[in-house]
């Protein structure tokens, strides 16, 4: 039954997903509602992905390679996420990383990027041992990242992530 569950949220969600994607790509989101209005502006900005977003209904119960695959949907959601975050300075370290990359001279989508890549890991490690997020860790992580060049940021978090590894 657990499955089937799955599976058919899969269904619905490439639906969606496409659903929303033929929504975006007319420019009217004004029926939209805030939350995918969002999800369709960050479709738009990820061209790279048109591919998928066609085909959204079709990949429902595509199993990604995370070492050899980005998935899409998933980094559409994670960008929404960062972006909330952004929006609600909540927490306020995001917003403080934000503009410290900023004034680095980061584009707005390299940051996005920058605090996706940092929160992912967490995420990932809070379902994989099924615990409550590390707030904290999160923000100490924003903290002493916001000290960095934008361009070091990500192979210090790939080192970071080697070693959890070993």
């Known amino acids: 039954m657990e499955d089937e569950t799955r599976i058919e949220l899969k269904k619905l969600s490439g639906e969606h997903s496409r659903l929303l994607w033929e929504i975006a790509k007319t420019g009217d989101l004004s029926t939209l509602s805030p939350e995918d209005k969002k999800l369709a502006e960050i ?16 990949l429902g119960e595509h199993e990604y390679d995370v070492d050899k695959e980005v998935n899409p949907f998933l980094h559409v959601t994670m960008h929404a996420v960062a972006e909330n975050q ?15 990359m900023r004034k680095k001279k980061a584009s ?7 605090i996706c890549a940092i929160l992912a890991p967490l995420i ?3 379902l994989q ?3 409550v997020f590390d707030l904290e860790e999160y923000r100490s992580r924003l903290k002493s990242f916001k ?10 978090l790939e080192k970071q992530e080697d070693f959890a590894d070993d």
């Open 108 to 114: 707005h989508h390299e940051t996005v990027h920058l």
């Open 43 to 58: 479709m738009l900005e990820h061209e790279e992905y048109r591919n998928q977003f066609e085909v959204a209904d079709l």
């Open 124 to 126: 990932f490690k809070t």
């Open 147 to 156: 000290h960095m060049k934008p361009g070091k940021i990500f192979s210090s």
């Open 86 to 100: 952004l929006e609600n300075r909540d927490p306020i370290e995001v917003y403080q990383f934000y503009n410290a």
């Open 129 to 131: 041992e099924k615990k």
